[in-house]
């Protein structure tokens, strides 16, 4: 029994040895992991506060160079597009409708800034065990997302122009988002001109504001345009 007992013990150390590394290897790992992961989503959360902030100033630039507006249906190729919806002709604006609506926009606020609680990122670093190499650290920052124009393609919108009649920025029709069970004043403001220059940004209207937004006179007119052509 002794024999057998000195033959265990080294074996025994052995393992215990090994285990102990594989746990500091482990902890070292996890050390790291979080580090990153801290430090990233602090750098996303940043990137997504400039982001808003500066659209925002973007948004105020070309709203500032509109001279006139209309409301228009702009089906795309697709079904996705509205390129099934029967077309409907523009709703110009009047220059006392047109001044009107500049005074209700000139309102808007920025939504609220992202919370570090709020971002999400789709990958993070992570601790991953192999059995050759042991415990590792496999860090995966979140991938530079493709913009693509999804949101951008507003079907039934506001255009405003420039004194050119060239589209400075789009005012998405009827398009409200929920907040629980409350309806948030919010209005979907898009501008650019090709996938890689698209900018939008949720902004929000005051409740008096929005409301005269919403029941502004050719917002009205375009409206039962619509609802005729889409019955």
Known sequence: MKAISCTALPLFLCLASCTYQQQQQHDQAMEEVIRFNTSHIDKLHAEAVKKKKTHFI?????LSLAVKAAWVRERGDCCCTGAELDPI????LSKKEFENVMKLLAQAKPEPAPTRESIQPEKLASVT???ETGWTTNIEPVPV????????LLIDKLQLMDAKGEQVLSISFDHTRREKDKVKNDIFASWGVFASEWRNLWVELPGDAYTQFLNHPARLRFKKKVDAADK
């Open 58 to 62: 973007e948004f105020k630039k070309q």
């Open 89 to 92: 002709s523009p709703c110009p």
């Open 129 to 131: 065990w192999d059995k």
């Open 145 to 152: 997302p493709i913009l693509l124009p999804w949101n951008n």
